[in-house]
């Protein structure tokens, strides 16, 4: 690595600067939360039972209520043909949104390469929209660089697919300034391991002033953690204690791991945690 290290692309979105940082780690990420919008009944137990409601507007108060600095719906659709109806939830919510707005898709290719690009469309405000991969961008991409909108790129824990994603995006008119790096990662274990092992390289890469990869990087570790059987199902000898306190600590390990491997944003579930993460600055 060269003696003087670069800066990470400082990211300006909603007036909201994300990035910008010239040594490692820096320990100041921002915190978004992520709310199950389409289809609340989908959030997570721990989750569901601090909501305490599945109406929508509702859940957005409570949501911004919290410390989170970044709102994100979830558009967690099952078939591409609700997505008209997906468009028409996010035309009444987004208005009542008066912090940052990030959109999540389905987390399928099929449904995602519509839902992001027709959201890309009709917003009338900037976004962050995750997220794209290698099978999607060509159809999300052009109608979000058209609006300016900030995307997430996701490549499966390899520094060079990340790399090679974001080349290929710039190629369809992108600008690099727009980009936030996910590099997927496990919720336990090895997965979570490896993936913060690549987290780091990607960081030190753009710190030594790779073009590429001197994004932002954001990470969705919290809803992989809390996708564990460990932190949903209390059929566990008592000695792993309560299943409440278990989820919520299994996202704050994760999240703080996340945190140390130089995340610049991180994406969480249980709205009190970002508190509890924040004093952590």
């Known amino acids: 690595m060269n003696d003087k290290l670069h800066q990470i692309r400082k990211i300006t979105f909603d007036k909201f600067e994300i990035g910008g940082e010239t040594s490692f780690p820096i320990l100041n990420p921002a915190f978004a939360l992520n709310v199950s919008i389409f289809d609340p009944d989908e959030n997570f137990g721990i989750v569901k039972q601090w909501y305490g409601t599945n109406v929508r507007k509702d859940i957005i108060e409570k949501a911004q209520a919290s410390a989170c600095d970044i709102l994100c719906m979830r558009f967690n659709l099952k078939d591409v043909n609700e997505t008209d109806k997906a468009i028409g939830i996010f035309k009444d919510l987004s208005p009542l949104v008066n912090k940052p707005l990030m959109i999540s898709g389905a987390d399928n290719d099929e449904i995602d390469r519509v839902l992001l690009a027709k959201l890309a469309e009709v917003s009338v405000r900037e976004l962050i929209i995750s997220q794209v991969n290698e099978n999607t961008y060509k159809s999300i991409v052009p109608a979000a660089a058209q609006k300016g909108h900030v995307l997430v790129m996701r490549s499966p824990i390899d520094i060079n697919l990340a790399k090679e994603l974001n080349i290929l995006s710039s190629d369809l008119g992108l600008d690099l300034n727009k980009i936030l790096i996910d590099t997927d990662i496990g919720g336990l274990g090895y997965g979570l391991e490896y993936g913060y092992s690549i987290m780091e390289r990607i960081k030190l890469e753009g710190l030594n002033g790779d073009k590429y990869l001197n994004m932002p990087l954001i990470s969705f570790v919290s809803s992989e953690s809390l996708k564990t059987k460990e932190a949903k199902s209390a ?37 009190p945690n970002i508190s509890i993460l924040k004093g952590l600055k």
């Open 235 to 271: 059929d566990f000898d008592k000695n792993w204690g309560n299943l409440e306190s278990r989820a919520k600590y299994f996202e704050l390990a994760s999240c703080t791991a996340v945190m140390a491997a130089g995340a610049d944003v991180i994406v969480m579930n249980y709205p």
